[in-house]
Nanobody
Framework: QVQLVESGGGLVQAGGSLRLSCAAS????????MRWYRQAPGKQRELVAG???????TYADSVKGRFTISRDNAKNTVYLQMNRLKPEDTAVYYC????????WGQGTQVTVSS
């Protein structure tokens, strides 16, 4: 049973930074892609960033140049470094991967004040 646990969310002022972590129960090297999504109140969940097992990354246009996704296979953890945060980045952030089915963490709240 694969479990993902996010942490690192919080309240930050606009222009600030946060680093989110997604810890997996077991090796993440078996996961081809790991992704971060977010969902703001009243909006659909959207893809923020993804990283492949080979280290290739993709980003939503809205976060390019500000967010960086990375994975540490030795620690079974995926990170999302978020810089120059904006109020519109406020959302619950979720970690996701595929292992026979789509697996989600419980989410971590990020609130950016103006």
């Amino acid at each position: 049973q694969v479990q993902l646990v996010e942490s690192g969310g919080g309240l930050v002022q606009a222009g600030g930074s946060l680093r989110l972590s997604c810890a997996a129960s077991g090796s993440i090297s078996r996961f081809t892609v790991m992704r971060w999504y977010r969902q703001a109140p009243g909006k659909q969940r959207e893809l923020v960033a993804g990283v492949t097992s080979g280290g290739d990354t993709t980003y939503a246009d809205s976060v390019k140049g500000r967010f960086t996704i990375s994975r540490d296979n030795a620690k079974n953890t995926v990170y999302l470094q978020m810089n120059r945060l904006k109020p519109e980045d406020t959302a619950v952030y979720y970690c996701n991967t595929q292992w026979g089915r789509s697996i989600w963490g419980q989410g971590t709240q990020v609130t950016v004040s103006s």
